[in-house]
């Protein structure tokens, strides 16, 4: 798995999973989801990436599901989402 941020590829690979947090851990992590032309903002404590190999680890610790080592997409997870002070759903 390689990453992007900001338009700049990362120079090193991700082989089970990803966390894509603020340098900070008790800070507050934001960015932007994009699919095609659709875009949405978020604020969390930051977000898992995981490939099949990695999602029966963190990712699956923090609620998110096991994927079979053979399928071939990934799963995102975000971690303790912030709305603004009211009851966090995901």
């Known amino acids: 798995m ?4 900001n338009d700049r590829l990362l120079p090193y690979y991700a082989l ?3 966390l894509v947090a603020h340098a900070n851990p008790a800070a ?3 960015y932007t989801l ?21 999602s029966t680890a963190a ?5 998110g599901r ?3 080592c053979v399928h071939g997409s990934c799963n995102i997870w ?3 989402p912030y709305n603004g002070g009211g009851i966090a759903t995901v």
Not at 34 to 54: F, H, K, M, Y
Request: glycine letters at 10%.
């Open 34 to 54: 994009q699919l095609g032309t659709v875009s949405e903002p978020q604020r969390s404590s930051g977000l898992w990436i995981a490939t099949a190999a990695g």
């Open 66 to 68: 096991m994927l079979p």
């Open 78 to 80: 975000m971690r303790e």
């Open 28 to 30: 507050m992590t934001s």
């Open 2 to 5: 390689q990453v992007t941020i």
């Open 59 to 63: 990712i699956r610790a923090a609620g």
């Open 16 to 18: 089970n999973d990803l």
